[in-house]
């Protein structure tokens, strides 16, 4: 599989049918998801982490590139891999590893240690890993002002926009303006010139909705490993009361 193959799922969509991918956090889940028919898949670095026993942001970069090529290997779908804040890896071995795994895909997070990274910095690393990449990699550059930043609604719009332009001017492919609450994710459609990402939660619109509102892409973050662990919780449960 190709980023050729996977930026085409993004583009052409009709509203209300965006490119739906499940986060796989093991080889096991990545099968299940693709025997399903999903055409493709993006990891958690949240999910990856808990299968691997770490917390979230914990896990070493080595134990993370492994687990994201027994993901790809395992499935016959394209693979986008949540590679946190990049592991402080230099672009050209970033894009290196990353590759090496058989992923065609990432996303990038603008912000380390809950502290939001300087745009314009982020900006120049996301050129750099397309320059390294060419067009092998499909660049999700994920924006975390409604993570990190401040708590004024407007605020948080207009810096999100901000940045969101400077990463697609840098190459990133599509914008992950994670936590966006689902009333702002029209306007930022509107005013970002690339696929927008729409993390789906349980209390929230569904895909379908989400899709109406603007987003092109929909991804679960570990929502969907916790659930499987919710049900592997009530499973041992009712093993005990037996």
């Known amino acids: 599989m190709t980023a050729s193959a996977l930026r085409a799922l993004h583009h052409g969509r009709a509203s209300g049918d965006p490119l739906v ?25 949240a999910g990856v982490a808990a299968s691997l026993g770490h917390e979230d942001g914990a896990t070493p970069a ?7 090529a027994r993901i790809a290997r395992a499935v016959p779908v394209p693979v986008s891999a949540d590679i946190e804040s990049g592991y402080g890896l230099a672009p050209k ?8 795994t058989g992923a065609v895909g990432c996303n990038l997070e603008d912000s380390v240690d809950g502290v939001l990274m300087d745009p314009r910095w982020q900006a120049d690393r996301l050129a750099e890993v397309r320059a390294a990449a060419g067009d092998q990699l499909f660049v999700n550059a ?3 002002t409604y993570l990190r930043g401040s708590s004024d609604g407007a ?10 332009l400077l990463y697609v001017a840098a190459g990133a492919d599509c914008v992950y303006p994670i936590g966006a609450p689902a009333e702002a994710l029209p306007r930022l459609a509107a005013a970002v010139p690339a696929p927008l990402n729409a993390l789906a939660r349980p209390d929230g619109p569904g895909p379908r909705r989400l899709g109406e509102l603007g987003a092109a892409r929909i991804t679960f973050g570990p929502g969907l490993q916790r659930r499987a662990m919710a049900a592997v919780r009530a499973i041992a449960d009712g093993l005990a009361d037996d």
Do not use: K, N
């Not at 071995?93 to 090496?100: H, I, M, P």
């Open 21 to 45: 991918l499940p986060g796989p956090w093991d080889a096991a889940s990545a099968r299940v998801f693709a025997d399903a028919g999903f055409p493709a898949l993006a990891t958690p670095s």
């Open 142 to 144: 994920r924006v975390d």
């Open 155 to 164: 605020e948080q719009e207009e810096e999100t926009v901000r940045r969101a």
């Open 93 to 100: 071995e970033l894009v290196e590893r990353l590759l090496a």
């Open 62 to 68: 080595a134990e993370m590139f492994a687990a994201v």
